[in-house]
């Protein structure tokens, strides 16, 4: 009995064995096309439906009134996509609409309290007049769709989704053509840009140790930080003409002082005449003459006088890049 539960055991290999040659041999005859179907279906088979219910031209309705406002509370909305869905007039309370697409949506003049549109998508749609209170916009975006810029009281809280907030808010405002909003999304974008590459390379919290710690890493960020500073603070990043004004009237300031400790002017007419127009004229290339008919500013070294005409150079180009980013938009 043993010998034979043996032999049938030594058989059960070799057939095992053939097979698997066989098995072999046949994936080695497949054409490309099979084995590409073969890895789509593998891959088709690691996804299942996300269960996402789709309305179309819906109304939202009810039979509750809180004031002029008819309303719905404690709801969940999670993951729909509504199309050419209707509100107006319309209060919503501690609803959730995480993960919902907005598409051609008439919702004007509603009012969202206490909702959560975390990773909700707004496309064509119509948000004139509503008012969101305490709601979450977390990862939210926005294409082509009118809004109100109130909604940046609503604003995430960590920078580094304030500032993705406001991009998306920026683009959108730029898309309609509303370029007076476009530009409050740029500086509350601007404001929080900065606070999150503080954020990084300060390392802030455990997050940030976790994704940017390190030297180099941290180094990156440091530099990132700066540039957006200095940027910030010679012209505000593009949308701010005072700030070029300041950085200059700086400058004439800084000379004025180097002027009066060289000359030891004490007279207070000299030295605002040096400050407004003397300093001002020279800056800008017209020659100022002092007594017996000399350069009023002989003593400048030469290595100044190159720095002021490269930084004229390029607070002009600044100034007509603000201006033509400002009317182009006309």
Not at 243 to 260: P, Q
């Amino acid at each position: 009995m043993n010998i034979n539960l043996i032999l049938e055991r030594f058989a059960e290999k070799i057939v095992e064995k053939i097979n698997a040659s066989e098995i072999e041999k046949k994936k080695e005859k497949d054409s490309p096309e099979d084995n590409e179907l073969i890895v789509i279906n593998c891959a088709e088979g690691k996804l299942i439906d996300s269960k996402r219910i789709e309305l179309k031209d819906k109304m939202f309705f009810s039979k509750s009134q809180e004031g002029k406002y008819y309303f719905i509370e404690h709801l969940k909305f999670r993951r729909y996509l509504f199309v050419r869905g209707v509100a107006t007039n319309f209060l919503f309370k501690n609803i959730d609409f995480s993960q919902t697409i907005f598409d051609s949506c008439y919702l004007k003049d509603c009012r969202f309290i206490n909702c959560n549109f975390e990773g909700a998508k707004f496309i064509n749609s119509n948000l004139q007049g509503s008012y969101f209170e305490f709601c979450n916009f977390d990862y939210v975006t926005f294409e082509k769709t009118f809004v109100d810029d109130e909604i940046f009281n609503c604003a995430p809280k960590k920078n580094n989704l304030k500032y993705k907030f406001a991009r998306s808010l920026k683009l959108n405002y730029a898309s309609i053509g509303d370029y007076i909003k476009a530009s409050n999304a740029v500086k509350i974008e601007l404001k929080a840009t900065k606070s999150h590459l503080y954020d990084t390379w300060s390392l802030s919290d455990e997050y940030h140790i976790n994704k940017y710690g390190g030297i180099r890493r941290r180094s990156l960020q440091f530099w990132k930080w700066l540039k957006v500073c200095i940027l910030d603070l010679l012209w505000g990043n593009g949308e701010s003409l005072w700030r070029l004004i300041r950085f200059n009237l700086i400058l004439f300031f800084i000379l004025t002082v180097y002027h009066i400790l060289h000359e030891r002017t004490t007279d207070i007419i000299t030295i605002f005449n040096t400050f407004l127009v003397k300093v001002p004229s020279n800056y800008f290339g017209i020659s100022v003459k002092g007594y017996s008919n000399k350069n009023y500013f002989f003593y400048y070294p030469e290595w100044l006088s190159l720095f002021l005409v490269i930084t004229r150079l390029i607070c002009f180009g600044l100034l007509m890049s603000i201006i033509i980013k400002k009317y182009n938009r006309r």
